[in-house]
């Protein structure tokens, strides 16, 4: 299964602090919600892996992240994800981009990602909208604890502080979204109906 994402969120800071921020990977990896960074393979790749609680099911997802594309001038860089889930239940690939954008004295940050899901774990969202949304509550999660860091001084986190994402607050989130979206086009058919979660 793959599909295209598109997400927008605004962090509190300037373009320049903003950057200097996300294109440090283990700066951020703790702002990811289930993330734990295990190790810094060279200033480009790392390795670690992400928890998803489905119900009382835990899926533990262990790979590597690479920046592929670092653009200072166009504040653009790209991140190619692999990971296969430690019990042999699938694997996920992802590439996305970041793209940063002044917005007063914050930044907009787009993301665009391009994400494949294989085996049974492809089975747990089997809409392409569903997954969808469970992408936008977590880029929703990401984006509060990112802008809770940033107003909070941008204090180190300690290892161990990562908790399993759980993906029913995720899908219950992701179901919500939907509703209101088809309420909101049944109310006014003329509304664009985007899944961006901007």
Known sequence: MAIKIENTFVVPAS???????????PRIAPCLPGAEL???????????????KIGPMQLVFKGEARLTR???????????IRGSDTKGRGSVQSEMTFTLSPQGEATRVDVRT?????????????????IKEICNQYAAQFAANLAARIEGGDADVTP???????????VSGAVRSMITRK???QADPGADDTSNGR
């Open 183 to 185: 309420s909101e086009t």
């Open 15 to 25: 373009i320049d602090r903003a950057w200097a921020i996300l294109t440090d990977v």
């Open 114 to 130: 391009e994400l494949a899901l294989s085996g049974s774990v492809a089975q747990y969202g089997r809409g392409v909208g569903l």
């Open 38 to 52: 295990a190790e810094v393979v060279d200033p480009s790749t790392y390795r670690g892996q992400a928890r998803v």
């Open 70 to 80: 670092v653009d200072a001038a166009t504040r653009t860089s790209t991140m190619s």
């Open 160 to 170: 161990g502080e990562a908790k399993p994402l759980s993906a029913v607050s995720l």
